[in-house]
């Protein structure tokens, strides 16, 4: 079992930044992969970005390529969020989810099986 708390969401003006952390507590942190989800009002919640467990690979959705980092620390049991260049449509629920232990399918919606409450992110324009 895995327990995963979010914060660091709030209230940004376009083009600033947030940082999202996700702190998880339970098992080996480091044989999870790890990925932020985020849902829009009226919209389904989908994967924004993932990483592997070792940190060694990453996948971003394209409407956040270039402008968000996922990063992990699995001293800290840790996974961040750095969002950059924020735009008003990036205004959504932030999850943070963990897949299986050891799943290699990390960039995939249907792989994430353990959840965070979410935290909130708007964006005004």
């Known amino acids: 079992q895995v327990q995963l708390a979010e914060s660091g969401g709030g209230l940004a003006q376009a083009g600033g930044s947030l940082r999202l952390s996700c702190a998880a507590s339970g098992r080996t942190f480091s044989n999870y992969a790890m990925g932020w989800f985020r849902q829009a009002p009226g919209k389904e919640r989908h994967l924004v970005t993932a990483?592997?467990?070792?940190?060694?690979?990453?996948y971003y959705a394209d409407s956040v390529k270039d402008r968000f980092t996922i990063s992990r620390d699995n001293a800290k049991n840790t996974v961040y969020l750095q969002m950059n260049s924020l735009k008003p449509d990036d205004t959504a629920g932030y999850y943070c989810?963990?897949?299986?232990?050891?799943?290699?399918?990390?960039?995939?919606?249907?792989?994430?099986?353990?959840w965070g409450q979410g935290t909130q992110v708007t964006v005004s324009s």
């Open positions: 989810a963990a897949t299986r232990p050891y799943s290699g399918l990390y960039s995939r919606d249907t792989a994430y099986y353990y």
């Open positions: 990483i592997t467990g070792d940190g060694g690979n990453r």
